[in-house]
């Protein structure tokens, strides 16, 4: 597979349904036939890949329609375990999930009359719903509010809803399963805070949680040697790769980050600061971003067969998609440069450049007396993909099959393949190279005028070159000339270094869970470190 994502996916394909911008993109488990997308239409998509020609979908129905509660549909997680079109759809509302099963599907027609099962449980925005690895009827959810719910529909669970719910004060941004070790899921928040969890510690009675089932704590603190603070960017999405190793962070206002399971400090982070050629990216030229919207990357490749190739994609501002080929774990954890307090305030060693301000930045403890870790760089990606007018906020990298589908504010999903004819689609157009220029908008960026384009649609003339999207592309280029590309340290409040986050109840020290299964889960994808569970203090303070 890496010979075919090193020509670049240089064709593709637009897949065109939805009447708004596809927010959402999952892949069916197993081989993946099936590719499901949903917007802000309120309308859901199922694209069969075993076509040998995929122009429509073979799938679709209104889930305004299906149920006239659900009003905007913002993300799908597809539950389809088999190859055949079976299984079970849950989406995702503002505050609601709905679970749908595909059985009841036949193409382009809708049998039954709506979905099989709802969960009201959240109270705020839905950001996440994650399937247990194994088993069909339990599924987690993280949302706004606060809370991650464990819901178990089996007959048997007796499990109530508050034994079935973690809550904190930060809003979740997400949750997941590992896809391995049933018992191991991770969560971000808002706040930045990235943890790994045990669910045996974390749901049930309350005399038999621990630690809100924290067993790691990542280091999502960045350092700047210039300031004695340090600032915790929002992470916004986060995903595993499929044997569980390796868990990619989407921060806002940072790069995507690696990190492994049991290594608290990340191994790498991927930008766009060369070309795919190894050249500098013209310093006039607009290249990796995540400044506006929310991102979801995936991981993807032939890891699964061959064990030693691995790969990293993630949309972007610029109006592109990224590929990043990730280096063994070994190698990366090799390059890493580890810093001591003294070194990195004398100025010593180098780190991550700060692209806004020039400045060396390191990911660090709790305390600034703690070593400081520059993660290895990432920073010529295999390929860019482009066909997009707008910001690209999905990347989605097929489990078996060397294609990448991609979506954003556009009303389109892009495949894109490093062939012209393929399993699914014959004689593919090349891929413009090219991206379209961000205007320049003056005082049109002003956030009154930003208000009034979201309520009229007749605020502007549609420039035919952009298609049906103009408005929304207009809407959100105004956004990138107002927010995008600014200094993190100056977006985020910084945080002290005596503070220690006793609020959220996240940075005291961890006791050894009795359990071997636990104490033993994240050690077994290490390389040669300590446990989770008997980290040093800085760690644990991370």
């Not at 809550?167 to 990235?194: I, Y």
């Not at 600014?486 to 959220?504: I, K, V, W, Y």
Request: charged share 20%; hydrophobic share 35%.
């Amino acid at each position: 597979m890496s010979n075919y994502f090193a020509s670049g996916l240089p064709y593709s394909r637009k897949l065109i349904g939805h009447s708004s911008c596809v927010n959402a993109l999952a892949f069916s488990s197993g081989e993946g036939r099936w590719l499901a997308s949903a917007g802000d239409d309120r309308v859901v998509k199922l694209w069969d890949l075993h076509q040998e020609d995929v122009t429509e979908p073979s799938c679709s129905f209104s889930v305004e329609c299906v149920h006239s509660c659900i009003f905007h549909i913002k993300s799908i997680c597809l539950f389809v375990r088999t190859p055949s079109l079976c299984g079970s759809v849950t989406l995702k509302s503002y505050d609601k999930i709905l679970k749908y099963d595909l059985t009841r599907y036949t193409t382009n027609r809708l049998e039954g009359d709506g979905p099989t099962q709802s969960y009201t449980q959240h109270s705020g925005f839905i950001r996440s719903v994650s399937c247990h690895p194994y088993q069909d009827e339990i599924f987690m959810s993280a949302s706004e509010d606060g809370c991650v719910i464990l819901h178990d529909a089996r007959a048997e669970s007796r499990m109530t809803r508050a034994q079935a719910t973690l809550q904190q004060a930060a809003e979740f941004s997400g949750a997941f399963f590992h896809p391995r070790m049933e018992h191991l899921f991770a969560t971000s928040d808002v706040r930045g805070n990235v943890r790994l969890r045990d669910t045996r510690m974390a749901f049930g009675p309350l005399r038999q949680r621990t630690k809100d089932g924290v067993v790691l704590k990542y280091a999502t603190r960045i350092a700047r040697r210039s300031v004695a603070t340090y600032i915790r960017p929002e992470a916004s999405s986060i995903t595993w790769d499929p044997d569980g190793t390796k868990l990619g962070v989407t921060f806002l206002h940072w790069l995507p980050t690696i990190y492994t399971l049991s290594d608290c400090y990340p191994i790498a982070v991927c930008s766009g600061r060369n070309l795919p050629d190894g050249s500098p990216s013209p310093a006039d030229a607009r290249s990796f971003s995540d400044s506006t919207t929310m991102k979801h990357g995936s991981f993807g490749g032939s890891a699964l067969i061959t064990g030693d190739e691995a790969y990293y994609s993630s949309g972007s501002d610029d109006f592109r998609g990224y590929l990043w080929q990730i280096p063994p774990v070994a190698t990366l954890e090799n390059e890493r440069q580890i810093i001591g307090a003294d070194d990195w305030l004398n100025g010593n060693e180098d780190g991550t450049v700060d692209n806004a301000k020039r400045e060396p930045l390191a990911f660090t403890g709790v305390s600034f007396s703690s070593e400081k870790y520059v993660p290895k760089e990432l920073s010529t990606p295999l390929t860019r993909l482009c066909g997009h007018l707008s910001i690209v906020n999905s990347t989605l990298i097929h489990p078996v099959l060397p294609l990448i589908a991609t979506a954003g504010i556009e009303r389109q999903v892009v495949l894109h393949s490093p062939t012209p004819n393929t399993p699914w689609a014959t004689n593919l157009p090349p891929t413009p190279t090219t991206t379209r220029s961000l205007p320049s908008l003056g005082t049109m960026a002003d956030r009154s005028i930003l208000r009034l384009l979201m309520r009229m649609s007749t605020i502007m003339e549609p420039d035919e070159s952009m298609g049906e999207d103009a408005r929304s592309i207009t809407y959100f280029d105004m956004i990138l000339q107002r927010e995008g590309e600014r200094d993190l340290f100056a977006l985020r409040q910084p945080a002290m270094a005596s503070d220690d986050d006793t609020e959220d109840g996240y940075d005291i020290e961890i006791d050894d869970p009795s359990d071997d299964e636990t104490q033993g889960a994240a050690a077994a994808a290490g390389r040669g470190r300590e446990g989770a569970t008997n980290l040093g203090d800085d760690a644990l303070g991370s």
